[in-house]
């Protein structure tokens, strides 16, 4: 199963916001040379459910060396919306004490294949 539904509501939903952020960080950006900022979207297994109300969305911190400095708009989302499954890379985090937590409390409903059941938000936090 590939959650065309979700893709198609999350890009049509998210590409206006990210655009108008985006914008707003350029401008950010030229009074602040020295920041780098990375634009994320949420990502979700290819068996993430298309019901409303139902599924497991965890928030938390990025990966280390995250890759995404682009602050365009169509770069950004054509990279994130091109994989069917962008939780596949979970199931390689075996020491990270976040995704451990993740991983066992998803398989108490998805034994297998936990990483393509849930979808995954990173926790934006603004440094002064």
């Not at 979700?44 to 298309?50: D, V």
């Amino acid at each position: 199963m590939t959650n065309t539904k979700i893709k198609e509501e999350l890009e049509n939903g998210l590409r206006p916001l990210y655009s108008e952020l985006l914008e707003a960080i350029g401008c950010y950006l030229e009074k602040n040379p020295d920041k780098h900022p990375c634009a994320f979207c949420a990502q979700w297994g290819k068996e993430f459910p298309e019901e409303k109300n139902s599924g497991i969305l965890f928030v938390g911190r990025t990966t280390y060396g995250w890759h995404d400095e682009d602050l365009d708009v169509d770069t950004v989302f054509a990279k994130v919306f091109a994989h069917n499954d962008q939780m596949e890379w979970a199931s390689d985090y075996t020491k990270s004490a976040f995704w451990r937590v993740i991983r066992k409390t998803t398989q108490m409903f998805y034994p297998k294949e936990w990483q393509a059941h849930v979808a995954w938000s990173k926790a934006n936090i603004p440094n002064p």
